[in-house]
């Protein structure tokens, strides 16, 4: 079985032996630190007696199956035609649209139906963004095989969907850019992969791109695994090179098929069935939940062992010490795009389970007699909180359903049950809640999501989670990294430094004329940082970022420089008040908008806030001009909701409402002004 590393500085890769890999590998603790850094870190220039081939890289049809997950459970016996894989990447490097090229030639829908782009993002605010938000499932049949598909998440907020799904599954697709390489999800995604001891298999996308660089990113990637201390077996993983938009895939760079077929051939051989009990007494994990207005609570999960049946009793087991009972009413298991009813699922499917009203995610449903929970389902921690209260500002009930306290902790509270990443606490007043969740992003779609449902109410700005060790103050530390064109190098740098972030690496991307900077920088720096990048590269710089460590505390950070302009009254803006006061800055508001006192209303150009008259009207009198005055306005600034949260102050809150998303100055801080 060969192994490919290639060489950064030039193309051609150099295959060694596996013997002799792993007798270097096993050695590197007793090996000098030059070995090493030749060895794992930098170029490799080691002249030994390893065996140089011109195949291409890494298009050997052989492939392992790490056993590491398995060893414990050798009494198991292994189910065959079943495969369950996650999809996971960085976000935007391909996954959802390789999920629809599967489907489409695996003959899910018949030649004449139409089917919109990105067919996993089902629900709106995911075809808005572009995103992927919630983990879905779907199945294919290739041959005589079923293979579960579950397409995930690629934003890092949303790392605690990727962490729940793996535990459904035996191998991941590890989708990356050919251009781009291995990002911080990447990491995150592939660093959980490997925990679980899941088989992967490397799927360079994008390769049809004029500037891919398949040698590089197939390096970067096998570093990568040798940095998450993967095993031998899992460092010698398959590459399959593919373009997901053209639905093409194939063994080599230069020798695509016409269409998926080795990818499909490649998670048959190298993906291992799932390892069931199936004398066993009956246990399934509750990884997913969702809701059906007519089945109610419908949960979601891989069977581990026994056989499930419709209408069969059940035990449902938090711990040993908890558990209650309940039935089956309906069975579902995924048969191409849709849900389909069955009566009896066996060990090793993944199923959707209907009846039982009170279960959560991470409970187990067991046998009624002799059932065992399963170990629970760990998240990582959150590392930033908003607080959130009820609407105060003059405006209220305009435009909302829900308006009370109740109505928003019985939503928040709600939102547990599905979102295992997210924390809510009740706050100092009755009335406020402590939303913590693993980044602003993550937050704000549960926002987004309330205030399409009809909810109004207010947000703080965002705070970081801080820790403390030893009577020491820790902050948290994310990786961040930008993608900016070579002429705004420096005014990143700039920026990224005021913001006590440290250039850890710089390297260009070739032809074309990008440069990646990767920055170990505190959470604090990160908040209002993305408006501000944009604005200094006028709209060219990409930034990825995820949660690194806790660190020491770094020192003042200073997010805005300039005050906020304030509405001095209650009343609607005219367009001669408005005529004088943009000279003052920015506006966020044009005539006939109806302003309340306090509300923010415009970006001032000095620091410090500053109030104004925005609803003064011009004095009516006898006396009879030749001309008006015309009167020219400045186009309004439209902030959107992530906008907003990203401007707002300490002392400052933003205003969620159905169809208007306002900023005010707190009303319980009061501050001088201008």
Not at 656 to 671: A, D, E, G, Q
């Amino acid at each position: 079985m060969d192994m490919a590393i290639g060489a950064r500085p030039t193309s051609r890769p150099i295959l060694l032996s596996s013997t002799n890999f792993n007798s270097v590998k096993r050695s590197s603790t007793n090996a000098p630190s030059w070995l090493k850094r030749q060895f794992f870190g930098g170029p490799l220039s080691i002249k030994a007696n390893f065996k140089i081939l011109t195949t291409p890289l890494r298009n050997s049809v052989k492939c392992s199956v790490s056993e590491a997950a398995t060893e414990k459970k050798l009494q198991l016996v292994r189910r065959e035609g079943i495969r369950n894989i996650a999809i996971v990447a960085h976000v935007d490097h391909g996954k959802t649209t390789l999920v629809d090229a599967m489907l489409k030639q695996s003959k899910v829908f018949r030649d004449n139906q139409f089917m919109q782009e990105r067919i996993m993002d089902s629900n709106d605010l995911e075809r808005e963004r572009g995103i992927t938000i919630l983990s879905k499932n779907t199945s294919i049949t290739y041959k005589d095989t079923k293979i579960n598909i579950i397409d995930t998440p690629g934003h890092s907020d949303f790392g605690g969907e990727v962490e729940r799904i793996l535990n459904m599954v035996e191998g991941v697709l590890l989708v990356v850019d050919s251009v781009e390489g291995p990002m911080p999800q990447t990491r995150f995604v592939l660093k959980k992969a490997l925990e679980f001891g899941h088989s992967v298999i490397v799927v360079i996308n994008k390769i049809d791109r004029p500037s891919a660089r398949p040698d590089f990113v197939i390096n970067s990637t096998f570093e990568l695994f040798i940095e998450l201390n993967a095993t031998d077996e899992q460092c010698d993983f398959q590459v399959i090179y593919a373009s997901g938009l053209k639905g093409q895939a194939g063994l080599s760079p230069e020798n695509l098929s016409d269409d998926l077929g080795p990818l499909f051939e490649t998670i048959v051989r190298c993906i291992p069935g799932p390892q069931i009990a199936k004398d066993g007494s009956l246990q399934m994990l509750a990884t997913n939940i969702e809701y059906d207005e007519h089945k109610g609570r419908i949960a979601i999960g891989r069977l581990h062992a026994g056989m499930l049946r419709k209408g069969m009793d059940v035990r449902i087991c938090t711990s040993e010490d908890q558990c209650r009972f309940g039935r089956v009413s309906e069975l579902f298991v995924y048969e191409k795009f849709f849900r389909v009813p069955t009566e009896l699922v066996e060990a090793g499917d993944i199923c959707a389970v209907c009846g039982i009203d009170d279960i959560q995610i991470g409970e187990t449903i067991a046998d009624k007699a002799t059932g065992k929970p399963l170990p629970s389902i760990k998240v990582e921690e959150p590392t930033v909180r908003m607080a959130f209260s009820i609407n105060v500002s003059p405006f209220v009930g305009r435009e909302g359903k829900y308006v009370t306290s109740r109505n928003l902790r019985d939503r928040l509270y709600r939102e547990l049950e599905r979102n295992l990443a997210m924390k809510v606490e009740d706050g100092e007043t009755s009335d406020t809640f402590i939303v913590s969740g693993r980044g602003t992003l993550h937050i704000t779609i549960l926002i987004e999501n309330m205030r399409r449902e009809g909810y109004e109410f207010m947000v703080g700005p965002p705070k970081v989670i801080n820790k403390t060790v030893n009577d020491k103050l820790l902050e948290p530390f994310e990786i961040a990294i930008v993608e900016v064109p070579e002429e705004y190098v420096g005014p990143v740098v700039e920026l990224l430094g005021r913001r006590r972030g440290h250039m850890i690496d710089m390297q260009g991307t070739g032809s074309e004329g990008t440069t990646f900077m990767k920055y170990k920088i505190p959470t604090r720096g990160l908040l209002g940082l993305r408006n501000s990048i944009l604005t200094v590269t006028r709209g060219t710089a990409v930034l990825n970022t995820i949660f690194d460590e806790y660190g020491s505390w770094a020192g003042d950070i200073s997010t805005r420089d300039l005050g906020s302009l304030v509405a001095f009254e209650d009343g609607t803006s005219t367009s001669y008040a408005l005529a004088s006061s943009q000279d003052r800055g920015q506006m966020f508001i044009g005539p006939g908008v109806d302003v309340y006192k306090g509300q923010i209303i415009g970006i001032h150009q000095r620091p410090g806030d500053l109030s104004l008259n925005v609803c003064k009207k011009k004095a009516a009198t006898n006396i009879r001009s030749n001309k008006d005055q015309t009167v020219v306005l400045d186009s309004p600034m439209e902030y959107s909701l992530d906008d907003c949260i990203e401007y707002i102050q300490e002392d400052e809150l933003v205003e969620v409402t159905p169809l208007s998303i306002r900023m005010c100055k707190n009303p319980k801080m009061t501050k001088k002004s201008r």
